[in-house]
């Protein structure tokens, strides 16, 4: 992604208008966000020149704090994990790098409501009923922790969306930075290609009977970014977490309160390259043949059920 590129991502990002009247661009709401961000990137760069000179680059990595919560957590035991998230970031703190986690301002307060998608808990949000349930001492001193090193953003989303925040993180740091997320961001990106100014997921149709974005049309300072442009972003950036619990101790311990214990956590890295259409060298081009692969799936997901991507390789020769 070149730099004008990424300055068309950012300009998309901050044009988009808020959730709530007056709909302010949200640049705005995100300025002090940016600002806490690039001052912790800063800072870690300029303590880490000499290491990256012996021992390679440290990057800078985000964490969706609720995406990496809930992770395996649809089921009726299942709830809101922050020892999920804190396996993720010691994991690449030990390799060392900078660990930064956004996290909405509801889950940082002592009672939280519980958003577990199983049928029981759909059943009662239906019917206007929440679980809720306190932090444990052990979540205490994790996020005392987080917020003594200063790591841990609380995201307001009275106004934004919260995904917006590493989304806009992603697009800042470009190649010097990651986002751990097992979410694809469907309707950020969607809101990207199409040049849509809302912040809101039903920003393409609404119940209300008012015209959405698209019937309305996209105003002039709403930039609209190509799937291409898109899909080597994602490829760029995203770092996706499988997560494994020790269902055996789980189960000898007999205890249906306690956690399941966290056996082991995989991040599958973005790839060397993207997989879109490119040009290597002058005259040269490589064009990926989809086999079993969804075309606006992230390549590191689901390795398992495709095929490797092949790829159409051609020269065109000039005439002289």
């Known amino acids: 992604m070149s730099e004008l590129e990424r300055e068309n991502m950012l300009t998309a990002i901050e044009s988009r208008r808020s959730k709530v009247p007056p ?3 949200v640049k705005e709401y995100l300025k002090p ?32 704090g609720p ?41 940082l307060v002592n009672k939280f409501v519980v ?32 917020q003594d090193a200063d790591m841990i953003y609380s ?15 992603s ?12 979410n694809q961001g469907r309707d950020h990106v969607l809101a990207l290609l199409n040049g849509y100014d809302s912040t809101s997921a039903n920003a393409r149709t609404q119940k209300n009977g008012k015209k959405s974005a698209v019937e309305m049309g996209t105003p002039a300072d709403v930039v609209s970014i190509s799937m291409d442009l ?12 499988e997560i494994e619990h020790d269902k055996a101790a789980y189960v000898a311990r007999g205890d249906s309160i306690a956690l399941m214990p966290i056996e082991s956590v995989r991040l599958l890295q973005p790839q060397v390259f993207s997989r879109v259409p490119q040009v290597t060298a002058q005259q040269h081009f490589h064009f990926p043949i989809a086999d079993q692969a969804n075309q606006n799936e992230h390549p590191n997901q689901g390795q398992n059920q495709r095929k490797r991507t092949r790829w159409l390789c051609a020269h065109l020769e000039s005439i002289d």
Request: aromatic share 12%; glycine share 4%; net charge neutral.
């Open 23 to 25: 709909e302010n661009a």
């Open 33 to 64: 966000f940016r600002d806490w961000l690039m001052l912790r990137h800063k800072n870690f760069q300029l303590e880490h020149v000499a290491e990256e000179e012996k021992d390679g680059k440290f990057l800078h990595y985000v964490l969706d």
């Open 67 to 107: 995406n990496i919560a809930y992770i395996n957590q649809n089921f009726v035991a299942g709830t809101f994990r922050l020892d999920q998230v804190d396996a993720v970031a010691k994991e690449l703190q030990a390799e060392g790098h900078l660990v930064s986690i956004t996290m909405p301002a509801a889950y």
């Open 115 to 146: 958003r577990i998608r199983t049928k029981g808990f759909k059943v009662l949000r239906r019917h206007g009923k929440f679980v809720t349930r306190e932090h444990t001492p052990e979540e205490k001193a994790i996020l005392a922790r987080w």
């Open 155 to 169: 995201c307001r989303t009275d106004f934004l969306s919260d995904d917006l925040f590493w989304l806009y993180a």
């Open 171 to 182: 697009v800042l740091m470009g190649h010097e930075g990651r986002v751990v997320t097992n």
């Open 230 to 241: 898109i899909a080597r972003w994602k490829d760029m950036t995203t770092v996706n977490i």
